[in-house]
């Protein structure tokens, strides 16, 4: 079994900076399709950051292009957002997802990721 468990979240000034962590169990994230989505009150879940490959050269959405900093640690099994230059509409709930059938093409849709974790809040104020 799967398991993805996501930390870091918090509140933050405008402009200010976090860093969320995704640690997996039960399967190594150098075999799969990995990623991280938000989700705002009303909106629909969409994509902040995944690769192009499994492990490979990190996707952005434009909305974070710049500013938002994705990597994974294969060793560790731990995927990282790196959130620079936070602004309002920043705020949501994170999520990070797994793809196991994912390999040389990653998807960039929710429906494309069938493991989730618990999200972590962030607020930006």
């Known amino acids: 079994h799967v398991q993805l468990v996501e930390s870091g979240g918090g509140s933050v000034q405008t402009g200010g900076s976090l860093r969320l962590s995704c640690v997996g169990s039960?399967?190594?994230?150098?075999?799969?399709?990995m990623g991280w989505f938000r989700q705002a009150p009303g909106k629909e879940r969409e994509l902040v950051a995944t690769?192009?490959?499994?492990?490979?050269?990190?996707y952005y959405a434009d909305s974070v292009k710049g500013r938002f900093t994705y990597s994974q640690d294969d060793s560790e099994n731990t995927l990282y957002l790196q959130m620079d230059t936070i602004e309002p509409e920043d705020t949501a709930v994170y999520y990070c997802?797994?793809?196991?059938?994912?390999?040389?093409?990653?998807?960039?849709?929710?429906?494309?990721?069938?493991?989730w974790g618990q999200g972590t809040q962030v607020t930006v104020s």
């Open positions: 997802a797994a793809d196991l059938t994912g390999w040389y093409e990653c998807g960039r849709r929710p429906d494309d990721f069938g493991y």
């Open positions: 039960g399967y190594p994230f150098a075999r799969a399709c």
């Open positions: 690769t192009f490959s499994s492990g490979g050269i990190p």
